[in-house]
């Protein structure tokens, strides 16, 4: 942890999976009162938009891509490597999603990504569901994943994704507060599927062959692809080459206006 974090939070070390919340008079007084919840609990108040229940986003949230673009969550990991050596081989460029426990662990890949002309986006600090936690943890989150990709690039990102598409209205207040754009998705492959043992109906044919439909409607459209592990890398390889080197585009490039950093 570099010295004027420690100075500023009062911490010697990073956090575990729960990060303390740093009190920087947040005002919370205008959050919609939606109550906390857990994963898959989709009994709403009415009006609420919750893109993880009802596909709803508010304006001003990113979605799509004017065209076919990649777009990766929840690493770096040791396999991420290869990845970056196939983009950069092809000239290819990416938007990658990092919680802040991944940063830490691997600021090295962080930083060649951002090296590399990628874009890097913050996906919390420890990637929970973040309707089921309370104002301050959710505000926590925010913080340290901030503060951990700012150690490690020298960059606040633009760009936040929330974990498991948990995103309702109380959570999108709050996340606003730190100054970010929402970056949700159109084209979901579902690849994380084939990390479990058992993943239903979701193969790599099938992710290939999602991918080629997307491609070949011509209709653009923002991918979500993972980089935690071997086989979702290996996967994201074979997909990349689906799509063709020309035409993708970082998350800031799919609008007009976009830019990467605060």
């Keep these: 942890m570099p010295q004027w974090l420690k100075d500023l939070t009062g911490r010697k070390f990073w956090p575990d999976e729960t990060p303390p919340y740093i009190d920087m008079s947040i005002d919370f007084s205008d959050v919609p009162v939606v109550n906390m919840r ?14 993880e229940c009802n596909q709803c986003f508010r304006p001003g949230d990113i979605v799509s891509c004017k065209s076919l673009s990649q777009s990766f969550d929840d690493g ?15 000239g ?4 990658f999603f990092i919680p802040g426990t991944s940063a830490v662990k691997f600021p090295h890949l962080v930083r060649r990504e951002y090296d590399q002309g990628h874009v890097v986006g913050l996906h919390t600090w420890s990637h929970p569901f973040l309707p089921s936690l309370s104002n301050e943890a959710i505000a926590a989150q925010m913080q340290w994943s901030i503060w951990a990709i700012n150690a490690t690039i020298g960059k606040v990102p633009k ?7 948990g995103m309702d209205d109380r959570v999108r207040a709050i996340v606003k507060k730190f100054n970010v754009d929402l970056v949700l998705w159109d084209r979901d492959t579902f690849d994380w599927r084939l990390n479990l043992a058992d993943s239903g109906e979701t193969n790599e044919l099938s992710v290939l ?13 923002l991918i979500l692809q993972h980089d935690s592990s071997s086989k979702l890398v290996k996967l994201s390889i074979k997909a990349s080459k689906l799509i063709g080197p020309k035409g993708q585009l970082t998350v800031d490039k799919c609008y007009k206006g976009g830019r990467p950093y605060q």
Aim: aromatic share 12%.
């Design 38 to 51: 857990l994963y898959g609990d989709c009994a709403l108040p009415p009006g609420t938009c919750a893109f």
């Design 76 to 90: 770096p990991t040791s396999q991420t490597v290869h990845l970056l050596d196939h983009l950069e081989s092809t």
């Design 92 to 95: 290819q460029k990416a938007t």
């Design 159 to 165: 760009y936040f994704r929330p974990p498991f598409a």
């Design 209 to 221: 062959e999602s991918i080629e439909m997307w491609r070949n409607q011509n209709g653009g459209g």
